[in-house]
């Protein structure tokens, strides 16, 4: 089909191939963006559990060290099971547990505290004088952290 000089723009059919290819490439842009969010989410619960971890382990090995008697080992503090530790003079009460909201909740004498989020158990056990504490956060692909206590001021328990 001829045009005379004063036709000016684009036909149907070249209107049409240039829609196809702006969608191709949309949908290439979207597809990429969606797997880079994903990815940068994931890691940020990731990120998030090791923090809590971190966070956990300060208080627990503060406690564990100062403690003037473990209960019987293994405890694990979950949801259900707490840890109750005793420590100083006068004494200081110190009681560990899971809260609902997946909280490892830290009471001092009767005031409760956080002491860090995204936990779902905390599992110590003992020999001779040593603890080993593992921490199993609760974000999906957060490993469980494990560290021993030891050296306790005191002696052993």
Known sequence: MRRSARQRGFTLVEMMVGMAILSVVAVAMAGTFLVANRAVSNEARVIA??????GAS??????????????????????????TLTYG????IIQYRVDNNRDLVRTINGVATSAAR?????AITSA?????????PSATGATAATFNVSNRPGGCW
């Open 49 to 54: 559990a090791d923090e809590a971890v971190s």
């Open 58 to 83: 300060v208080w627990l090995t503060r406690d564990l060290n100062s403690a003037a008697a473990l209960p019987a080992l293994p405890v694990t503090i979950n949801i259900l099971n707490t840890l």
């Open 89 to 92: 003079s006068p004494p200081v």
């Open 118 to 122: 995204g936990i779902t158990s905390v």
């Open 128 to 136: 001779g004088c040593y603890a080993t504490v593992t921490i199993q």
